[in-house]
Each structure stands twice: as structure tokens, then as C-alpha cells.
């Protein structure tokens, strides 16, 4: 009975028998778990979806009102906390994943002859993945997603000549206000996710209709002219059905991301909701998500003079070079033949990590909320030295050097300056300043200079 | 492409003509749909808010030489702006009648800066700018003094013109 009715849905769709081609169609033999990372990504976009859609029932894409409606969502719709961590920890997943492809397909040189257009119309993901993540974060409508936004269009506004035209364009006017979050939503929600869907239909045509790389073996490069042929040999020879002898493995590795998506969702929940979206309110510490914490590393550690030419044309570069890789389309294969590609690999991921903890300490922020020095560690009744101690406190100091571990990290530990200099050097650093640090000739009288170089130099 | 059937000289130029005809028609609609939908997305780029006083506090309220944030709101804010229509600036009572306001927002990436008065300085949270009490930059990534905003005293108010946030 089934059978029939499968059979003529089949006769008049014929949708059954072309998914069973699908998914029946011949792959080769032994690719294994590095393959399950692009279908990975595709799940997690899906679960984006779905999630984003039960957000948006009761999201309000105002500036004034986004922000409570979040709370609600958070504190007292049912499942809304879980379906907002499921939605951030879903995002966390899908930037890390397409970032893993796209390693994979680099270091298998699976973008090589025919599959250049495979390599470009994941590239142009991998970008859109981005913006979906930042204008996403955006919509956590609180102080922090505020000063993002003016953050990004301060980047854009460094580009020459149409720099202020972008930053207006991101602002949707002349400063933060009643119309920049509804652009945002309807990106997010509508414009960027319908691009999404029609390059990963190209995409999966394109795999399709090229077939799944072959694992590559050093010594045996592609030449356009035989590539094709050798590739269906291989498949007469050797093809398993993609269903179920590859995609076990994508059935398998995509349940258990899912499975840790809905268990951090559980336990750590989505990401807390800041202060109010109030740009009057000037105690803020404005941090992207995790996924652009490296690049904030980047625009603090940047030589200055260097820093326009890092933020403008270092997207650029980035996005010429996805561009051009799919053009080095004909030899080997095998990372072993392509040493440079290993290493350019290991170099971006390992500066992407470095930067990523930098960013996680940013030891460049002053640390406003440090704690006046403890008497003991003072550790003198010395009147002088005890007023120093207080006025390396008060005047700002503290906020940038470290003594007895109390204390930022932008200038260096004061622990044990008296050791390395003298009394005067302290005096000249401190009047006269450094390349990161103020003269404090501007701020403090002569008198207290003394107390403070008195304090300093009793540290040892 | 199959070669078309009853392809003779007068069939094949009717042909050329539907299907340039066709082509031009979808353009044409195409425009008419998208260069609106275009148009509206740019449109912040044309609009220029006006710029307007806002009165922050009586003269009396500020003290000579103290610096303080004050908040007032957007040159036009919309009406579902709520919170996000505010805006800040530092503001100094320079003597009896002179005042000075600072932009809030760091030259380097707009971050905002916080005044520390025991120390004088502007200090930025983000990327650990410093700007001297007079805005010149002190330390830091910053590439330019922070901008101020002009003020003026109106009948015993002290009042603040709202500005474009300053894009370096």
C-alpha cells in the first residue's frame, strides 16, 4: 500500500527517485572523518535556522524595545533561554566549523581542477558566515552590541575617501539611534541567510556534479586533462553509495555537534545580557563574542602608524586570497608535496589563537576598578612613602601597573622598580611619560611627583 | 542547442526580437522593483539629521574646572529610539562663562572614554587610549585629540549642539 502511493508520488514528483540518486550517487572509497566538516556546517546552519525563526516570534526589532523583549525571552518565555543558547552556541559552532572546512578542503587542495567554484562559493560563505555572526551579536541589543556597532563603523570610516559613507550606512544615520537596529535585524534575518541559501544550493550542485574529492596521495597530481576520467574510473572501480557508507559518518559527527550545542545551551545558557543599550552610559567595556575577540587583539597590539593599513586592507587581503587560491588548480595534492600550504594553515590558526588570548586578557585595558594598595603591602608607616602609595592609587597610576599583583597590565609590574632604577630615572619616566604612558608633568604637582618616586624607589 | 524548427530568415529575426524584448521587459521590472528597495537602504547616507541645542544643566549646576558627563539626547530622535536616542559628552566649566565639551568616544575605534578626574586624564576601556585633560592624546592607539562639541550659555542654561558621532 505504501509502495503504491511512494510509487505514484514518484511517477508524478519524481522527487523520490532523484533524492535516492542523491543520495545513492557513487563516492569514493576511505574518505573518512575529515569529510564530515562541510555537512557539519550545513547542519548547524539549518539549526541556525530554526532557532533564529523561534527567536524572531518574539524578538522586537526596536531600538527602544529589543532590549526587553530579550530579558523576556530570557527570564520568562518557555524554553526561551534554551533556544537563545541553543541560537549563540549554534552560531559558535557553525564559525568554527566552516573554519575547519575550509582549512580541510585547503590542506586536501580539494579545490583543485574542476572544483574551483566549489572552493569560491565557499568562500563567499565563509564571509557571509561572518557577517551573520557580527550582525548577529548585534541584535543582544545591550551596551555592548551598542558599542559594537559604533566600533565597526569607526573601522569602516577609516576606508579612503567612502569610509564616513560606510559608517553612516552601518549606523543608518549620524550616531546610534531608533533606526540602526531594524537594518540589522532584516540582514540578519532576512538578507544575509537568503544569500546563504542560494550559495549553498550552488554549493551542493556543484559537489554534485563534481563528485567528493578523492583522498589525495602525494605523487599522483591533477592535470585537468585526465582528471575527470581517472575520477570516474576510480568510481566504476572502487565507489561505495554515498548513503549510508559515507554519510554515516555525517550522521554520526552532526548528532553530536547537536547533541553539544542543546547541552551547552543547557548548562551554560546564552551569553548574559549587559546593561541597557543607553550610549549616555559611560561605564562600559565594550568586548566582541568570541569569534572576534582575536581580531580586537589585532586592532590594540597593531603598530599605529601600521593600523589603517590593517584595517582596510587587511579584509581585503584576506578575501583576495580566498579569491585566488582556486587558481593554482593543476598538481600535487597531498599536503606532504605542499609544504607552504601546511604551514600557512598551522601560521593562521596558531596567530587567530595567540591573538585570541591576548584579547581574552587584554592587558591594554586599564583596570578601572583596581583596589587602593593593602597597608601590608605598603609595608612602611613612612609617612611620604604611605602618601605616594595612595596618590599611585588615586592619580591613575594603578590602572596600568601592577604592584603585588594589584594592578593593570599595560605598563610593566612596579613590584620591584627600586631595584632596576634609580631615584631619578623614576622621576624623568614619570614627568616626562613613555610611548604608551602620559607625562605626568600635565597632571601632577612636584610635591607629589616626590612622594610617588619616594614610594617607588622603596619597592624592592 | 537543438537547431529550432521552421527556422527561416523572418522566423529567426521575430525570435532575436521576442526574446531581446523579453530581456529588456525583465530588466525594466526588475528596476522598478529594485531600485526603490536600493534607494531606501541607502537612504541615511542622503539624510542629514538637523543639529540642535540641548539644554545639559544651569550654569550654577557645574563647578570652575570640574569635568562632568552630562547627557541629552539626539539631534531627532525617532520615537521607538527609546534609550539608545541618548548621548553623553564631557563637559567642563572652564571659568563663569566658558565651558567646554568633549566627544565621549575615542578617536582610535569610538569606544567611550572615561574622565578620571584625580588623574586628569581621558582614559578609553577598549584599547587603552589616553588623552591629556585638554583631549590631546596622551598614550595609546589614538590618532587624533578628542573632538569637542560647541556650547553655549542661554539665558543661565548651558547648552550643547548635538553632532554626528566623529568618525575619524
Known sequence: ?460 | MDAAPHADAATLARRRFLSRLSIALSAAAGAIVGLPVIGFLFAPLTRKAPRVWRAVGRVEDFRVGETVSVRFEDGSPLPWAGVTARTAAWLRRDDASSFTAFSVHCTHLGCPVRWISEAKLFLCPCHGGVYYADGSVSAGPPPKPLPTYPVRVRNGQVEIETSPIPIV
Not at chain 1, 505514484?8 to 514528483?13: G, H, Q
Not at chain 1, 549554534?90 to 581542477?113: Q, W
Open chain 1, 1 to 460: 500500500m505504501t509502495g503504491t502511493l511512494l510509487a505514484w508520488i514518484d511517477d508524478r514528483t519524481g522527487l523520490i527517485s532523484a533524492a535516492r540518486r542523491v543520495l545513492e550517487h557513487p563516492v569514493p572509497p576511505r574518505t573518512g572523518w575529515w569529510y564530515v566538516f562541510g555537512s557539519a556546517t550545513l547542519l548547524a546552519f539549518i539549526l541556525q535556522v530554526a532557532t533564529g525563526i523561534a527567536l524572531a516570534t518574539a524578538y522586537v526589532p526596536s531600538s527602544g524595545q529589543a532590549y526587553d523583549s530579550l530579558k523576556f525571552i530570557s527570564e520568562q518565555a518557555l524554553l526561551g533561554r534554551f533556544l537563545r543558547g541553543m541560537h549563540f552556541f549554534g552560531a559558535s559552532a557553525m564559525v568554527l566549523l566552516i573554519g575547519i572546512h575550509v582549512s580541510r578542503t585547503y590542506l586536501m587542495a580539494a579545490y583543485k581542477f574542476p572544483r574551483e567554484l566549489n572552493w569560491l562559493t565557499g568562500a563567499v560563505l565563509l564571509l557571509l558566515t561572518l557577517a551573520l555572526a557580527f550582525t548577529g551579536q548585534l541584535l543582544r541589543w545591550d551596551q555592548s552590541a551598542v558599542w559594537s556597532v559604533i566600533v565597526g563603523a569607526a573601522q569602516a570610516g577609516r576606508a579612503p575617501v567612502i569610509g564616513p559613507e560606510i559608517a553612516r550606512f552601518i549606523l543608518a544615520g549620524d550616531t546610534v539611534g531608533g533606526a540602526t537596529l531594524s537594518r540589522f535585524f532584516a540582514f540578519h534575518v532576512f538578507f544575509i541567510p537568503a544569500l546563504v541559501f542560494a550559495l549553498i544550493g550552488l554549493h551542493l550542485i556543484l559537489v554534485l556534479r563534481h563528485g567528493i574529492s578523492e583522498r589525495p596521495k602525494a605523487g599522483d597530481p591533477v592535470d585537468p586533462a585526465t582528471y575527470r576520467q581517472r575520477y570516474d574510473e576510480l568510481l566504476r572501480r572502487e565507489g561505495v553509495p554515498f548513503w549510508p557508507d559515507a554519510a554515516w559518518r555525517d550522521v554520526v559527527f552532526g548528532a553530536a555537534m547537536v547533541a553539544t550545542v542543546a547541552l551547552l545551551a543547557i548548562i551554560v545558557g546564552p551569553p548574559d545580557l549587559g546593561p541597557p543599550p543607553d550610549p549616555s552610559l559611560l561605564e562600559a567595556y565594550p568586548r566582541p563574542d568570541w569569534y572576534f575577540l582575536w581580531y580586537f587583539a589585532v586592532l590594540a597590539m597593531a603598530p599605529h602608524h601600521l593600523e589603517n593599513i590593517i584595517i582596510v586592507a587587511g579584509p581585503l587581503i584576506f578575501g583576495a586570497l580566498l579569491l585566488v587560491v582556486p587558481f593554482f588548480n593543476k598538481g600535487e595534492r597531498s599536503v606532504r608535496r605542499r609544504p607552504l600550504a601546511a604551514l600557512l594553515v598551522v601560521f593562521i590558526w596558531t596567530m587567530i589563537v595567540v591573538f585570541w588570548v591576548a584579547g581574552e586578557r587584554a592587558p591594554w585595558s586599564p583596570d578601572f576598578d583596581v583596589p587602593p594598595l593593602p597597608a601590608q603591602t605598603v609595608g612602611t608607616n613612612d609617612s611620604t612613602v604611605v602618601a605616594g602609595a595612595k596618590l599611585f592609587h588615586d592619580r591613575g597610576c594603578a590602572f596600568c601597573h601592577a604592584i603585588g599583583g594589584i594592578g593593570g597590565k599595560r605598563g610593566p609590574d612596579l613590584s620591584d622598580v627600586g631595584d632596576r632604577m634609580s631615584a631619578d630615572q623614576i622621576t624623568a619616566r614619570i614627568t616626562n611619560g613613555g610611548p604608551n604612558m602620559p607625562a605626568y608633568v600635565r597632571v601632577l604637582s612636584p610635591e607629589e611627583t616626590g612622594a610617588i618616586v619616594e614610594f617607588l624607589s622603596h619597592r624592592r
